[in-house]
């Protein structure tokens, strides 16, 4: 799709996303989000946690083959099928979702947390260390004079993250949830830095059968060699 059709569709989507808790409690949480892990991969990671305690209970990965190229304001037409297959394999359905990326703080109200829950149909909450749109008034993002999200320090000494609904939640629930999630020394609310810590050892395992291979190759190549010597 070119990008005038992308910020028509978005445009158009963005009429469909409810402010409004589509949930009653919280016992499960999410965290996803996607790391490019070469030219032509794209790696999504999902972790399931307990709330409030926070304990792990389930974890998926998904590589996605030749995704959409990054195109800025449009991340979620990219990152958006690799987080719904990784997602697809959970056996544990979140109550709500934490998403690394941008709600309805965008300049179409449909950021990748919003996207992402309209197509799933689950409450998100979008979470970004970088605010690219608005501006902070007492800890509130103002944005075309209206509240889209919050800035939150989680860490003393440390650059804020940037709060902002997604999909079937209110502001004050993203808020008040988000609290909830932050484990000191960490940055990001833990179900997100939990992803990043499967992202970690999916990338270490992916090279260790990169290199696995490699060394295979190489002794059937010497193998091959040996064969097509003289005796």
């Known amino acids: 799709m070119e990008t005038l059709e992308l910020k028509k569709e978005q445009l158009r989507l963005a009429h469909k996303i409810i402010l409004r808790d589509g949930f009653s409690t919280v016992k499960k949480i999410a965290g996803i989000d996607t790391l490019p892990i070469s030219p032509n991969q794209l790696l999504a990671c999902v972790v399931v946690c307990e709330f409030p305690s926070l304990k792990v209970i389930e974890q998926k990965s998904y590589v996605l083959h030749d995704p959409l190229p990054f195109k800025p304001g449009y991340s979620a037409y990219r990152d958006m099928p690799a987080m719904i297959e990784a997602?697809?394999?959970?056996?544990?359905?979140?109550?709500?979702?934490?998403?690394?990326?941008?709600?309805?703080?965008h300049?179409?109200?449909?950021?990748?947390?919003?996207?992402?829950?309209?197509?799933?149909?689950?409450?998100?909450?979008?979470?970004t260390p970088n605010l690219n749109l608005g501006k902070v008034e007492l800890g509130k993002i103002i944005f075309h004079n209206e509240i889209c999200g919050f800035e939150v320090k989680t860490r003393e000494h440390a650059n804020p993250v940037y709060v902002t609904p997604g999909h079937l939640i209110t502001l004050g629930s993203a808020l008040n949830i988000v609290a909830k999630t932050i484990v000191y020394p960490h940055k990001?609310?833990?179900?997100?830095?939990?992803v990043h810590k499967l992202m970690k050892r999916r990338v270490r395992g992916e090279k260790r059968e990169d290199a696995k291979e490699t060394q295979e190759e190489n002794k059937i190549n010497v193998k091959e060699e040996d064969k097509t010597e003289e005796p």
Do not use: C, F, Q, W
């Open 188 to 194: 990001l609310p833990e179900p997100l830095h939990l």
């Open 107 to 127: 300049p179409r109200k449909m950021g990748v947390a919003s996207h992402l829950g309209l197509m799933l149909n689950k409450p998100t909450i979008g979470i």
């Open 87 to 105: 997602y697809n394999l959970l056996e544990n359905e979140p109550d709500v979702i934490l998403v690394k990326g941008e709600g309805i703080l």
